[in-house]
């Protein structure tokens, strides 16, 4: 069975860096792309970017263009989102999300989330 | 840039009434490519519906989503217990694959 594991929750200071991994199983790592998708507390749902674990081609949502890196490491069929320069409204449950073989940017299985707290 | 209102914000069913959710783009959704995912609390989403209208894998037949164009509707034909949560549309043909910004469904 698919499943996506999430490292564990992260207490960061505003500035930090944190790096947040999602280890798949049950399927072939790299016939789908992964993609990372945030909820800040008590909100909605953010399109974070996209990672191809084929090629490692990304795409970021502009809001987080230059303080995002997401890249997939094959060998190991985990996949990582880095975020930099962290702000208090970063705090938020991370999830990585696999994409649809037939529809990219359709999310058909997820991980379990990892939450970011950023504080002082 | 396409963006999703969904409505209501919330929805105050008993179980075994009917739940109807709806969500419009501002602008054509192309292929009817327009998901549903359901979150229950402390839960990741889960995948109900793609293409609109069919179902993913596992999915209760009570669960059906409908709409073309602007305008799309997420039914659950009898509410059980399990149904209570949030519910968020999506775009995914696009790329930035926008949500809505979910419709709660609560035990009245």
């Known amino acids: 069975q698919v499943q996506l594991e999430q490292s564990g929750a992260e207490l960061k200071k505003p500035g930090a860096s944190v790096k947040v991994s999602c280890k798949a199983s049950?399927?072939?790592?790299?016939?789908?792309?992964i993609i990372w998708v945030r909820q800040a507390p008590g909100q909605g749902l953010e399109w974070l970017g996209w990672s191809s674990a084929y090629n490692g081609h990304t795409r970021y949502a502009q809001n987080f263009q230059g303080r995002v890196t997401m890249s997939t490491d094959t060998s190991t069929s985990t996949a990582y989102m880095e975020l930099r320069s962290l702000r208090f409204d970063d705090t938020a449950v991370y999830y990585c999300?696999?994409?649809?073989?037939?529809?990219?940017?359709?999310?058909?299985?997820w991980g379990q989330g990892t939450l970011v707290t950023v504080s002082s | 840039e396409i963006v999703l209102t969904q409505s209501p914000g919330t929805l105050s069913l008993s179980p075994g009434e009917r739940a109807t959710l709806s969500c419009r783009a501002s602008?054509?959704?192309?292929?009817?490519?327009l998901a549903w995912y359901q979150q229950k609390p402390g839960q990741a989403p889960r995948l109900l519906i793609y293409g609109a209208s069919s179902r993913a894998t596992g999915i209760p037949d009570r669960f059906s989503g409908s709409g073309s164009g602007t305008d799309f509707t997420l039914t659950i034909s009898r509410l059980e217990p399990e149904d209570f949560a949030v519910y968020y549309c999506q775009y995914y043909d696009s790329t930035a694959p926008p949500f809505g910004g979910g419709t709660k469904v609560e035990i009245k």
């Open positions: 999300a696999r994409e649809d073989f037939d529809y990219a940017g359709l999310l058909d299985y």
């Open positions: 602008q054509s959704v192309s292929n009817n490519y």
């Open positions: 049950g399927y072939t790592f790299t016939s789908n792309g």
